[in-house]
């Protein structure tokens, strides 16, 4: 089946299989492999993508679901090499240890960050319920995404 | 996981849908938001020839008050009904479990239709489905009908929606005292569904409980009413000890609790009486 979706502001068209999933036509297709794929069954949040703006786990969705909607993945956000607030919180934070987590972690408080530009600690815990990490314990993400949220207000005002 | 091969259609009607279910008959699925399904298919629990993805039919979606009752479209999602305003001042209870579902990914593309007729038994929905007395909208070629939800959940991952069938819509009367209302539930720690989860909707007048609904899942292959408990409370002057009587008896519907690896079928019925006395304290505000 034809298919054509919007991928970080760009085109993507190709004809797949129904069953294709759409974090194996991210990573396969389209070639953007910042997206992981962790536990396969829509639990560890590690596929994390924003179909048309809302955080969603592609290994869940087909994509053919996907059809004509926009996508943003972990390789959308820096834009012209600054990188974008959520990724600076976990970069200056230490929100990361193997960083297998990461792109989805980052992805999901985005969604998050779309609804709520000013959660408290604990929205954000609930807004990362979704995803697992496995080093860091959690702290250093719960401060990234406040400073990411700090500095996201701040550019707003 | 790679789901096996199937035949992929999205019609853009419920005619349309309706024409291709009874093509392909039982050998085709339903899509929605698809985390029921989907999970099923990469598992190949289901290797259907067909999936007909409702998800692009307008209109299923909406939320809206038509006189007394709140219309919920199938196709709506768990984040879209815990958003909403309306339903939190009119219902909360539903807006409530919503936000109980998963986490935010899932309740971002699961509906409550597809919620429904998956009829998990650990699933959240059925608890306030039938604390509210739901009526479920469906559609096949032969018309329109409604079914109860008293009528709904047949066993474990069966409802009473027919092959040839498509769920609609769910609507529920606006409750007498919507805040009245609770969704407690023990979640597997894991998935977040719910080992048990209670939902309660009362009516309570000068202190008297004039009305009580409660709906108990996780406990039983088959979500049900605890009308045992119902019973004891009504025309009872609400109190600790008529709240702790009266929950004591909400195992009493349910013949077989669910044994697994979760949580042990006696340790579930412990919990379902405990977890229905938190859930009526928190409705009554006792």
């Known amino acids: 089946m034809k298919i054509s979706l919007e991928i970080n502001g760009k085109k993507h068209e190709a004809d797949v299989e129904p069953r294709l999933l759409l974090v194996h036509f991210l990573r396969d297709v389209a070639n953007l492999t910042g997206t992981h794929i962790g536990c396969e069954t829509s639990l560890c949040g590690a596929c994390t993508v924003l179909l048309d703006d809302a955080a969603i786990k592609s290994c869940t969705v087909l994509a053919v679901q996907a059809d004509g909607c926009r996508v943003t993945t972990i390789e959308g956000l820096a834009s012209a090499g600054e990188l974008h607030p959520v990724q600076k919180g976990f970069w200056e934070h230490h929100g990361l240890q193997c960083g297998y987590c990461t792109p989805g972690m980052i992805m999901a408080a985005c969604g998050l960050l779309r609804e709520n530009l000013s959660p408290s600690e604990a929205e954000i815990r609930e807004g990362l319920e979704g995803n697992l990490c496995r080093c860091t314990g959690y702290q250093n993400i719960v401060d990234a995404v406040e400073s990411a949220a700090r500095e996201m207000a701040g550019a707003v005002k | ?286």
């Not at chain 2, 979760?262 to 009526?280: D, F, M, N």
């Open chain 2, 1 to 286: 996981m790679i789901p096996s091969n199937f035949e992929y259609h999205a019609p853009t009607s419920i005619e349309a849908a309706l024409d291709l279910i009874n093509q392909y008959g039982d050998d085709c699925k339903i899509l929605s938001g698809g985390h029921s399904l989907i999970p099923v298919l990469k598992l190949r629990l289901a290797a259907p020839a067909a999936v007909i993805d409702i998800g692009r039919i307008p209109g299923l979606s909406s939320i809206s008050l038509d006189r007394d009752r709140l219309r919920i479209g199938a196709l709506a999602t768990h984040a879209s009904i815990a958003a909403s305003d309306m339903l939190g001042q009119l219902c909360p209870l539903l807006a409530t479990t919503a936000h109980q579902i998963g986490d935010p990914q899932v309740r971002n593309r699961g509906t409550l239709g597809g919620s429904l007729v998956h009829a998990d038994p650990a699933a959240d929905w059925p608890a306030a489905i039938l604390a509210l007395d739901a009526s479920i909208t469906v559609r096949g070629s032969a018309g329109e009908r409604h079914i109860a939800a008293n009528d709904f959940f047949v066993d474990m991952l069966t409802s009473a929606v027919q092959q040839g069938e498509i769920v609609t819509e769910i609507s529920v009367a606006v409750p007498a005292q919507p805040r009245a209302s609770s969704y407690i539930k023990v979640a597997q720690s894991a998935s977040g569904f719910a080992v048990v989860g209670v939902a309660v909707q009362l009516e309570i007048d000068n202190g008297v409980c004039v009305g009580a609904r409660i709906g108990v899942t996780g406990f039983a292959p088959k979500p049900y009413r605890a009308s045992s408990t119902e019973n004891a409370l009504k025309g009872n002057p609400i109190t600790e000890d008529l709240i702790s009587s009266a929950a004591a008896l909400a195992d009493s519907e349910a013949a077989d609790a669910m044994n697994d690896i979760h949580a042990s079928g006696e340790y579930r019925r412990h919990l379902t009486r405990v977890i229905a006395a938190r859930a009526l304290r928190a409705a009554a505000r006792v």
